[in-house]
């Protein structure tokens, strides 16, 4: 997946982009990072990369906190019945995500940086 559509599509649309990446088991494989220091080297945020990340605060992220629940709402809202369905329903997904919505998750961004200086960085879930 990261090297025949997540790569392609983000150097295509825009060559600056630093990859951002959780600590989760998978994408902490070697075979993962060979992929993201090849394609994005210098410009990797994560646990062990180039940008350190905190690791303790999963929720601060947009991609945490708005799109990846945003996404599996609307894919699977009823059962995905091919591969081919799932790229077509996750195509969609991000196409539905609105000029308003990413201005809201700006703000809300701030709210969650104001909860982990509040709790000097510590592990917070924000629901």
Known sequence: MLEMYAVPQMQQHQPDVIFQQDGAPPHWGMIVRDILDENFPD???????PIPWPPSS??????????????????????????????????TAIENVTSQM??????????HLDVLRATKGSHVQIH
């Open 43 to 49: 410009r990797r945020c994560g646990r062990g990369g």
């Open 102 to 111: 990413l201005e809201n998750t700006w703000r809300e961004i701030e709210f």
């Open 58 to 91: 999963p929720d601060i992220t947009p991609l945490d906190f708005f799109l990846w629940s945003f996404v599996k709402n609307i894919v699977y809202k009823t059962s995905v019945p091919s591969l081919d369905e799932l790229k077509r329903r996750i195509v």
